[in-house]
């Protein structure tokens, strides 16, 4: 089984940085791929980054060249940092590991106000 914590979120205002962590349990971590994913009030959850074991990426369009997702492996950890955001990336962000069934963080929150 893995644990996932979140952390990182608050609030920002538009235009603004923040970075957001998810540290993993266990002995496995570098060899599953990682996925941050987000959701909003009254929408569903939507993949936002993915990080391959061997670090190969891939984003929703609406992020890219703003977000960057990156491991590191020695301290189990995976992050995204997100730049020049938005109001509508306000959400919740959670990490996911999939290995097995795919276990998910409790989320952080992200909120991007003036």
């Known amino acids: 089984q893995v644990q996932l914590v979140e952390s990182g979120g608050g609030l920002v205002q538009p235009g603004g940085s923040l970075r957001l962590s998810c540290a993993a349990s266990g002995s496995l971590f570098s060899i599953y791929a990682m996925g941050w994913y987000r959701q909003a009030p009254g929408t569903l959850r939507e993949l936002v980054a993915t990080?391959?074991?061997?670090?190969?990426?891939n984003y929703v369009d609406s992020v890219k060249g703003r977000f960057t997702i990156s491991r590191d492996n020695a301290k189990n950890t995976v992050y995204l940092q997100m730049n020049s955001l938005k109001a509508e990336d306000t959400a919740v962000y959670y990490c996911?590991?999939?290995?097995?069934?795919?276990?998910w963080g409790k989320g952080t929150l992200v909120t991007v106000s003036s």
């Open positions: 990080i391959s074991s061997g670090g190969n990426t």
């Open positions: 996911k590991a999939n290995i097995g069934m795919g276990y």
